[in-house]
């Protein structure tokens, strides 16, 4: 019963990172490009020291090492997944061209993966999947 507890809480905590990272990503629509660098420097930053998570290194990743990484992490969950690949896609969307491929791929990644464990279908997931992979083709061709 402690176990379950404390994943369950684990679990919670997870996800109130990550909407409070989403918050603070989409609070500020007018940045300049240094002011979203920094935000960006800032939630890289909150991944790591609250979530020990490391997007560097998770950008790096081929598929098969990407899906083992996300898994190491206790706590996370359909619903937590689906938020870092909403920061993900928020990161791409507003990242220089040669970053926008690495962290829309990621995200693309994430959605899909929640796609096919996920037992219901969503449209919002759908919609950003089909977003995602417009953008992905502009930039490859």
Request: charged fraction near 30%; glycine fraction near 4%; aromatic fraction near 8%.
């Amino acid at each position: 019963m402690e176990q379950k507890d404390y994943l369950l809480r684990e679990i919670e905590k997870i996800g109130i990172v990550l909407r409070a990272i989403l918050n603070k990503l989409r609070g500020n629509k007018n940045s300049t490009t240094i002011q979203l660098q920094k935000q960006f420097e800032e939630v890289k930053e909150m991944l790591s020291s609250q979530l020990e998570f490391n997007l560097t290194e998770y950008l790096s990743l081929n598929e098969a090492d990407s899906k083992e990484y996300i898994s190491q992490f206790k706590g996370i969950n359909l619903e937590n997944l689906e938020l870092l690949a909403n920061i993900l896609t928020v990161f791409g969307m507003n990242a220089t061209p040669i970053d926008r491929k690495a962290y829309l791929e990621k995200a693309l990644l994430l959605f899909e993966h929640c796609n096919h464990t996920d037992k219901t279908f969503s449209f919002e997931r759908q919609n950003n999947i089909e977003t995602i992979k417009r953008v992905l083709e502009s930039i490859s061709g």
